[in-house]
């Protein structure tokens, strides 16, 4: 290009920026960058590295507070991430059988309508079914926790199975 003083190079593509060609800086270019305290990673950073490390924690907890979450505190996180899972997979259940049932009517107001009503009724009954379930594996879980007095593996496996045991309970087999 004439005149504009933007002349453009085999070497000095956008290679360049990302180390594969053009030229780089070099430690006489830098030589007049102040890197007082600092190590010579990057000239472009005003301040001392040594201050980006974090040897403390990063929250402040009450004294005597455990620094996990325990079983009462997940217990929410579970019932509302096993809601949300059940709507989810209740909702793509329902769009199949929906899609399944009225594969025979013409795309039509009355077919989406009978589609909608069977994505949210499989929706709500699956997000009930597994929100029911995740209630009584944290109300068990908490309860055997706070009788034991213990945090491990054995509540989880005994919660597990008292819920399945009521939940199978009112079936037939």
């Known amino acids: 290009m004439e005149g504009g003083g933007n002349t453009t190079t085999k070497g000095s593509s956008l290679g360049g920026l990302f180390g594969a060609g053009g030229a780089g800086y070099s430690h006489a270019d830098l030589a007049g960058v102040p890197l007082t305290g600092m190590s010579p990673l990057s000239p472009y950073l005003n301040l001392d590295p040594k201050y980006l490390v974090q040897d403390t924690d990063e929250f402040i907890l009450p004294t005597g507070a455990n620094k996990t979450r325990g079983r009462f505190e997940l217990a929410f996180f579970t019932i509302g991430g096993c809601c949300m899972t059940g709507a989810a ?83 037939t087999v």
């Open 89 to 171: 997979f209740g909702a793509l259940n329902g769009l199949r059988l929906g899609l399944k049932e009225t594969q025979n009517m013409a795309w039509s107001k009355p077919r989406n309508v009978q589609i909608l009503n069977m994505v949210t009724r499989q929706g709500a009954l699956w997000a009930n079914t597994l929100g029911s379930l995740a209630l009584l594996y944290s109300a068990f879980g908490v309860i055997i926790e706070k009788t034991r007095g213990a945090e491990d593996d054995l509540n989880t496996i005994a919660a597990g199975t008292l819920t399945g045991m009521l939940y199978k309970s009112t079936g």
